[in-house]
T-cell receptor, first 114, second 116 residues
Framework: AQTVTQSQPEMSVQEAETVTLSCTYD???????LFWYKQPPSRQMILVIR??????QNATENRFSVNFQKAAKSFSLKISDSQLGDTAMYFC???????????FGKGTHLIIQP | DSGVTQTPKHLITATGQRVTLRCSPR?????VYWYQQSLDQGLQFLIQ???????AKGNILERFSAQQFPDLHSELNLSSLELGDSALYFC???????????????FGPGTRLLVL
């Protein structure tokens, strides 16, 4: 069974600061995929970034980047130059090889203070 | 806007009743997934359909069922509703579902169900 753990229930930083959200996972799959989704107060689930486990290079999307440590089964999200609109719940998720359901962590509530 | 639509946005019903939630995937997507988000269980995968066929099952209760129609829209049926079924139900879609690649899933806005 796959498990995803987010150990930070809530984090708060000042606008323009850099923040890192932690995620660890456990899987027996050799081919798997990792995602970060953002859920703002509107409750919409928005894809932030995606990482294929077979790729060594860390994924980046503008201000968002990941630190993927495969041996440690760690997948953290770094948000640079944080903005008020980044305030949201952030969920780490994993999928095995082949299209199947996502396993989500419990989420981290990120608050960006003005 | 992800391109995935869900109706209704809100639903209030009573215990013991049956409801149907509807989802239309993004244009061109063949796979539809259903998820439940509740305070105590978090986000849980329920079931996946690919091109009309059930492909994967998650933590779906026997009181719940789903189907995907020839036009690729999907319906999630919840019956004998209990208070604990109150949750936000998401539908997501992806391009395929039969290959080795795990495609990105795009989520709809959700249906908020309240069972009284």
């Amino acid at each position: 069974a796959q498990t995803v753990t987010q150990s930070q229930p809530e984090m708060s930083v000042q606008e323009a600061e850099t923040v890192t959200l932690s995620c660890t996972y456990d899987t027996s799959e050799s081919n798997y995929y990792l995602f970060w989704y953002k859920q703002p107060p509107s409750r919409q689930m928005i894809l932030v970034i995606r990482q294929e486990a077979y790729k060594q290079q860390n994924a980046t999307e503008n201000r968002f980047s990941v630190n993927f440590q495969k041996a440690a089964k760690s997948f953290s999200l770094k948000i640079s130059d944080s903005q008020l609109g980044d305030t949201a719940m952030y969920f780490c998720a994993q999928a095995g090889g082949g299209a199947d359901g996502l396993t989500f962590g419990k989420g981290t509530h990120l608050i960006i203070q003005p | 806007d992800s391109g995935v639509t869900q109706t209704p946005k809100h639903l209030i019903t009573a215990t013991g009743q049956r409801v149907t939630l509807r989802c239309s995937p993004r244009s061109g997507d063949l796979s539809v997934y259903w998820y439940q988000q509740s305070l105590d269980q978090g986000l849980q995968f329920l079931i996946q359909y690919y091109n009309g066929e059930e492909r994967a099952k998650g933590n779906i209760l026997e009181r719940f069922s789903a189907q995907q129609f020839p036009d690729l829209h999907s319906e999630l049926n919840l019956s004998s509703l209990e208070l604990g079924d109150s949750a936000l139900y998401f539908c997501a879609s992806s391009v395929g579902g039969s290959g080795r690649e795990s495609e990105t899933q795009y989520f709809g806005p959700g249906t908020r169900l309240l069972v009284l």
